[in-house]
């Protein structure tokens, strides 16, 4: 495989449906677990168009279920499908390990303006920049 065919297959790999930004939103999660309503305050760590990935204290989902997702800034509430989830491991030896979990999810219908934020054009690359 040539070297201009190799770098073509990871610059498609690498391809989203939205641009990625690492952002810290306060968010509210509403899900169904064991026949309760549950409502979580979480934290936001990437958002875009599409979804993003949330830090939930309480992990009682699968990938596949769904939840309510709330953003009291923008007002708005959107319905979202969990993609992943993992339990987050500590960074700090001040603080219990495992605490938490990271939580990947998609909006069920692109939803730019549900962070409140302008994203980057599609055409944005960090690399073009000069420093």
Do not use: Y
Request: one cysteine or more.
């Amino acid at each position: 495989m040539s070297e201009t065919a190799s770098f073509s297959n990871i610059a498609v790999s690498n391809r989203r449906r939205s641009q990625r930004v690492f952002l810290k939103v306060r968010v509210v999660a509403r899900f169904r677990l064991l026949e309760r309503e549950w409502i979580v305050d979480a934290d936001t760590i990437i958002v875009n168009a599409h979804g993003g990935t949330i830090r939930l204290s309480v992990a009682p989902m699968a990938a596949g279920d769904t939840f309510n997702l709330t953003n009291p800034t923008t007002d708005q509430v959107e319905s979202c499908r969990v993609i992943r989830i993992e339990a987050m491991q500590s960074r700090s030896s001040d603080a219990p390990s495992g605490h938490g979990f990271e939580v990947a999810f998609a909006f069920d219908r692109p939803s730019p303006h549900f962070w409140g934020v302008a994203f980057p054009p599609a055409d944005w690359f960090e690399g073009t920049l000069d420093h």
